[in-house]
């Protein structure tokens, strides 16, 4: 499974504005949190996930999502290439990253926050969740 964007949209009249991406399944989540990057350090990275799948939603202000495929868990080649979706507040879309990828997280607006719909138990998060050294892949280029 590749990654790949599902798409929403926004709904505005007098009352506000309704933003949805109702082609997304909650069949297989088990859980979420919201990401907020500090100012000082606006990319977390690197997260590889052998067994858990995340879908990401911007719920304020932008980022982009920087993953990686991982070649070899134990010593993964610096030289994979870098994928980048760019998700904001007005996008109204979630970004699913399977299993098998390494993301990084960079906040590109101030008191940015991420939604994250993960597929694992926590239970089971200890045995998956592999970090790399935040500059083992350079999202800069």
């Not at 998700?87 to 879309?93: E, F, I, L, N, P």
Request: overall charge negative.
């Amino acid at each position: 499974m590749k990654p790949k964007i599902i798409q929403g949209g926004n709904f505005e009249d007098h009352r506000g504005t309704i933003s949805y991406v109702n082609d997304f399944s909650f069949k297989d989540i088990e859980r979420f949190y919201i990401i907020s990057n500090c100012e000082t350090n606006p990319i977390r990275a690197w997260q590889g996930h052998k067994l858990d799948a995340k879908n990401f939603y911007c719920i304020s202000g932008s980022f982009k999502i920087h993953f990686v495929k991982i070649d070899n868990w134990e010593n993964p080649s610096k030289d994979l290439t870098i994928e980048t979706i760019t998700a904001s507040v007005t996008d109204s879309k979630i970004i699913h990253i399977p299993a098998g990828y390494a993301n990084a997280i960079e906040s590109l607006e101030k008191d940015s926050k991420l939604i994250s719909f993960s597929t694992l138990p926590l239970s089971q998060v200890s045995e998956d969740d592999i970090r790399y050294d935040s500059n083992y892949w350079n999202v800069n280029g």
